[in-house]
């Protein structure tokens, strides 16, 4: 088992930036690629990010290339979403998940709770 609790979430003006984290405890954090996923109010999860497991490999749904950035430390146990430039579409909860394989599909094992990001125009 795998818990896995994301933080960093709130309210933010258009074109700002926030920082999510994502602490995963339990079995071996090194051992599961990391992904974060978005769900808007009427919307199905969307992929947003994904980094394999050892952090060399990144891959990002166009909506967030060029403005933000997934990254893990292997010995914090911890999986960061750099987001900027923030728009009011990125409105949405955002979800850390964690699997066997680096894909972009929410096939993965284990979810955290969600945290609410709302950017305002």
């Known amino acids: 088992q795998v818990q896995l609790v994301e933080s960093g979430g709130g309210l933010v003006q258009a074109g700002g930036s926030l920082r999510l984290s994502c602490a995963a405890s339990g079995r071996t954090f090194s051992g599961y690629a990391m992904a974060w996923f978005r769900q808007a109010p009427g919307k199905e999860r969307e992929f947003v990010a994904v980094?394999?497991?050892?952090?060399?490999?990144?891959a990002y749904a166009d909506s967030a290339k060029g403005r933000f950035t997934i990254s893990r430390d292997n010995a914090k146990n911890t999986v960061y979403l750099q987001m900027n430039s923030l728009k009011p579409e990125d409105t949405a909860v955002y979800y850390c998940a964690a699997g066997a394989r680096a894909v972009v599909y929410p096939e993965y094992d284990y979810w955290g709770q969600g945290t609410q990001v709302t950017v305002s125009s």
């Open positions: 980094i394999t497991r050892s952090g060399v490999s990144t």
